[in-house]
């Protein structure tokens, strides 16, 4: 998934750092701070770099090692923090880590930023006061609308440039278009119908996301992963590679990419110790992840669109796409394979594998819980009821097998439903809330029928425009890349399972992993072992291409050649699965 809208969230982050608990809730644990001169400033606290993961360790660091017991300040001299504090000392009720001191703010003034910042908003406060102009709004629709989709997209793609959050900016668009699209339609009657059965599809998508990443953080709590990463024992160089990227490949084909990706590096770490080597194969691990979520309908957020809306169906997906995907990344381990970095390297055990035991009932759960997420399609075929609510019943066992087993016991609540559902990725979630809804205005106005039947006569091969997509979603992320296409083309241009729509669910997974900033899985490396983009680009970008392009080459001989890509006497195996 490319750059702006896979940045880490917070709180994905700090579950890669093991701090899992929400910023004022960890403030709330951390023991008292002894106004010393060894205790840190509140205003450095008050600093932007507190949301910096190595700091907030470092504070906590020095919070444990200072002496509850140290002397008070002199009575005679101001403490350092005075404006923070009450008459008793105490820290005034609206002092918070949120706070700026003016010292801060007054070293980190940045008058262009600001000013940039500045022609923004008046940017976007110009774009609304159009849409309050009903007249033109009503004859130029469409020009309208295309405006406010450019100008928010470009507040999400600079995100952090401006410091304007992503999900802020796509409900905020959203809801621009909609009230555009209200004014431009034949009656308000009328754009009602198109949002509600545009809601009703977002929602689909929405309900299953917050199922299927809770569970995932269930498992998580209950170090279920480990069953997965403690059965990894080899140090051989070329064979770690190997092993790492197609444990992360079939990993990925269950859990998303970005899941994998921080349970994968976290492992790594453990194995590896800091290196080129280890850098490499943290690129690996991206690779594979995007791979491994292209061929299942619930490895990738896009596959699982394409997945409910009918474009594909689960037994035709992993017959097409598993050779391609595999392909796309047997090419990158077999060049990196030749690489110095891996011939020159030799790796050690680490005593650090074995300090850490599972938690308890942990295997349960795991199963439970990996179960419920395959167990999706199966459901869906067999009910022929959404997958929603599929994994919204998996989501209920696995919630009262998770009270049963920890009943009675206080001191359990992380490893319980409440506790995982605050540590979600809510605000991601709300991201695709945003972009989906904004996406089904866009459709709803005849705007995204438009560019097809523009695409259409400029560049009438779909293998092309399927490729391109792939290319685009390495700078631009795939979700909204996706869902553009599914509303240019529908099932009668493109039946189910045709080509065309299993292309697009291959290169919208696979073409993020050409940069890092591409895909969830790229951002999270990036995060978590601070990899340069232009190391990645060097060293990876051309393995990750080359991949990519032998996939589509291998999808292609095989749709011509009429190969089966799938052995028949598995397809036998599983025959409540057609036509799912």
């Known amino acids: 998934m490319a750059f702006s809208s896979h940045l880490l969230s917070s709180q994905t982050f700090f579950k890669a750092h093991n701090l899992g608990l929400p910023l004022r809730q960890r403030q709330s644990v951390l023991p008292p701070l002894p106004l010393t001169s060894a205790t840190p400033s509140l205003k450095k606290l008050s600093s932007p770099q507190w949301r910096d993961v190595g700091f907030i360790a470092r504070v906590e660091e020095k919070a444990k090692t200072s002496s509850p017991f140290s002397p008070d300040p002199d009575p005679g001299t101001e403490p350092p ?34 000013l940039f910042k500045a022609l923004v908003v008046f940017g976007l406060a110009f774009a609304g006061t159009a849409a309050i102009n009903h007249s033109w709004v009503a004859a130029n629709q469409n020009v309208a609308m295309v405006l406010v989709f450019i100008l928010g997209y470009a507040g999400i793609i600079f995100e952090e440039s401006l410091a304007f959050n992503k999900s802020g900016v796509g409900l905020l668009m959203a809801v621009c278009l909609w009230v555009i699209r209200s004014i431009g339609a034949p009656s308000t009657e009328i754009a009602v119908t198109e949002l509600t059965r545009a809601n009703a599809e977002v929602s689909e998508i929405v309900y299953f996301l917050l199922g299927a990443m809770t569970i995932v953080e269930i498992v998580d709590a209950h170090q279920g992963f480990k069953l997965v990463t403690d059965n990894i024992t080899t140090r051989n160089p070329r064979t770690l590679l190997w092993v790492i990227g197609f444990v992360t490949f079939f990993l990925s084909s269950v859990l998303d990419n970005l899941t994998s990706t921080i349970v994968m590096v976290s492992l790594l770490r453990k194995l590896v110790p800091p290196s080129e080597y280890r850098k490499l194969l943290g690129a690996v691990i991206v690779i594979a992840a995007n791979a491994g979520g292209a061929w299942t309908p619930i490895g990738d957020v896009t596959t699982t669109m394409l997945w409910i809306h009918g474009q594909i169906s689960t037994l035709n997906i992993m017959k097409g796409l598993f050779v391609p995907s595999v392909i796309s990344l047997a090419v990158p381990l077999s060049l990196m394979s030749l690489t110095s970095e891996v011939n020159g390297s ?28 395959v167990f999706v399609p199966v459901f869906k075929a067999l009910t022929g009821l959404p997958p929603y609510i599929g994994i919204l019943l998996g989501l209920g066992v696995l919630w009262i097998l998770t009270d049963a087993i920890h009943y009675g016991e206080s001191g359990r609540q992380k490893l319980k439903v409440p506790q995982a559902l605050s540590r979600i990725d809510t605000q991601g979630v709300l991201f695709f809330l945003g972009i989906l809804l904004s996406v089904g205005s866009l459709e709803a106005a005849g705007v995204l029928r438009e560019l097809a039947n523009y695409l259409d006569q400029h560049i009438p091969n779909i293998e092309l425009i399927a490729s391109a997509i792939g290319v685009a979603s390495a700078v631009i992320d795939n979700v909204p890349l996706v869902a553009a296409t599914m509303g240019m083309y529908d099932l009668t241009s493109f039946p189910q399972d045709s080509e065309f729509w299993q292309l697009i669910a291959f290169c919208a997974g696979t073409g993020g992993s050409m940069l890092i900033i591409g895909s969830a899985a790229g951002v999270a490396f990036m995060g978590m072992e601070k990899i340069d983009f232009f190391w990645y680009l060097r060293k990876v970008s051309g393995f990750a291409f080359a991949g990519y392009a032998a996939g589509i080459i291998t999808y292609l001989a095989a749709q011509n050649l009429h190969l089966p890509v799938l052995p028949d006497s ?6 409540f699965l057609s036509g799912s």
């Open 346 to 373: 030799s790796q050690k055990s680490s005593s650090l594998l074995a300090s850490e035991q599972m938690a308890p009932r942990g295997q349960l759960v795991f199963g439970v819980g990996l179960g419920a997420l």
């Open 81 to 114: 923090d005075y404006e923070l504090l009450d008459e008793s000392g105490n820290c005034d009720p609206l002092c918070s880590v949120d706070d700026v001191s003016s010292q801060y703010f007054e070293a980190n003034y940045q008058p262009k930023t600001d």
């Open 570 to 575: 598995v397809v036998a195996q599983i025959p």
